[in-house]
């Protein structure tokens, strides 16, 4: 559903793993600091919570989506450590081999690029195609990552607006059988657990899961568009034959400033 996050290191995310960490922490120092936790742990409102937001979402996505839900949260912790400057280094690097020696020189230098989209890119160079068709075959494969990355994203967002009325639909449950059973005192109880449950169950998974990963997969969407962006204008210079000066000139207008730097000088 991805695109390769993961071009450079597979260090952990640290910003997600420590959100998680102090989340989850501080949630379950509460519990157990407020009286105990296992009175916070019923099956019967986890299974309508978890098994209600799983076959909901099989109902809005087709199953080969929803089964790639294990490798997009992959991709939410081990996001793509290379850096836009990396990326202009590695395109100047291309320019100048090209220049100096020609396109075809750079054959062996595709074989190995761990980024698909690159290697592309570096293959179409190699072919000698024209640059204006490179940048449309470039274009629609970047307009459809897009789009794949839009879709798992988009699968996590639906998840969290359907476990809160998972959640809402238990507490339903859990009313309907506490009044079922007002004559018996002792049934009471575990109507009131269940109804109040399952919309802890859907609350927690929806505010601390679902929709953190949908906002983290938006973010590294992001990211992975603009190197892409910068990769295509790059390759479509190079296919142009533009000086590696003035590449590195257009490349820069990707990055913050504070992040330039000018391997041919001012």
């Given at each position: 559903?991805?695109?390769n996050?993961?071009?450079?290191?597979?260090?952990?995310?640290s910003?997600?793993?420590?959100?998680?960490?102090?989340?989850?922490?501080?949630l379950?120092?509460?519990?157990?600091l407020?009286?105990?936790?296992?009175?916070?742990l019923?099956?019967?409102s986890?299974?309508?919570?978890?098994?209600?937001?799983?076959?909901?979402?099989?109902i809005?996505?087709?199953?080969?989506?929803?089964?790639?839900v294990?490798a997009?949260?992959?991709?939410a912790?081990?996001?793509?450590?290379?850096?836009?400057?990396?990326?202009?280094?590695?395109?100047?690097?291309?320019?100048?081999?090209?220049?100096?020696?020609?396109?075809?020189?750079i054959?062996?230098?595709?074989?190995?690029?761990?980024?698909?989209?690159?290697?592309?890119?570096?293959?179409?160079?190699?072919?000698?195609?024209?640059?204006?068709?490179?940048?449309?075959?470039?274009?629609?494969?970047?307009?459809?990552?897009?789009?794949?990355?839009?879709r798992?994203?988009?699968?996590?967002?639906?998840?969290?607006a359907i476990?809160?009325?998972?959640?809402l639909?238990?507490?339903?449950?859990?009313?309907?059988?506490?009044?079922?059973?007002?004559?018996?005192p002792?049934e009471?109880?575990?109507?009131?657990?269940?109804?109040?449950?399952?919309?802890?169950?859907?609350?927690t998974?929806?505010?601390?899961?679902?929709?953190?990963?949908?906002?983290?997969?938006?973010?590294?969407?992001?990211?992975?568009?603009?190197?892409?962006?910068m990769?295509?204008?790059?390759?479509?210079?190079v296919?142009e034959?533009?000086?590696?000066?003035?590449?590195?000139?257009?490349l820069?207008?990707?990055?913050?400033p504070?992040?330039?730097?000018?391997?041919?000088?001012?």
């Amino acid at each position: 559903m991805f695109g390769n996050f993961r071009e450079g290191s597979e260090d952990f995310d640290s910003a997600t793993v420590l959100g998680a960490c102090i989340a989850f922490g501080l949630l379950l120092a509460a519990i157990i600091l407020g009286g105990g936790f296992f009175s916070f742990l019923d099956l019967k409102s986890l299974l309508i919570v978890v098994g209600g937001t799983v076959g909901a979402t099989l109902i809005s996505f087709p199953l080969k989506e929803f089964l790639r839900v294990f490798a997009t949260l992959r991709l939410a912790i081990y996001p793509d450590h290379s850096s836009g400057l990396q990326r202009v280094g590695r395109v100047l690097e291309i320019a100048q081999r090209a220049r100096t020696d020609g396109e075809l020189s750079i054959e062996g230098l595709s074989a190995s690029e761990p980024d698909g989209f690159f290697r592309k890119g570096l293959e179409l160079l190699v072919d000698q195609i024209p640059a204006a068709e490179i940048r449309r075959i470039l274009e629609l494969e970047l307009a459809n990552l897009e789009d794949r990355h839009r879709r798992g994203a988009e699968l996590f967002q639906t998840m969290g607006a359907i476990a809160p009325a998972m959640g809402l639909i238990g507490t339903l449950i859990g009313l309907v059988r506490m009044l079922e059973t007002l004559e018996n005192p002792s049934e009471i109880g575990p109507g009131m657990a269940l109804a109040l449950l399952t919309t802890f169950y859907g609350a927690t998974l929806a505010h601390l899961v679902f929709l953190p990963i949908a906002g983290k997969l938006r973010a590294r969407s992001e990211e992975e568009r603009l190197i892409k962006e910068m990769t295509l204008e790059g390759i479509v210079a190079v296919a142009e034959g533009v000086n590696p000066m003035l590449i590195e000139r257009r490349l820069h207008c990707f990055l913050p400033p504070e992040e330039r730097y000018t391997r041919f000088g001012s």
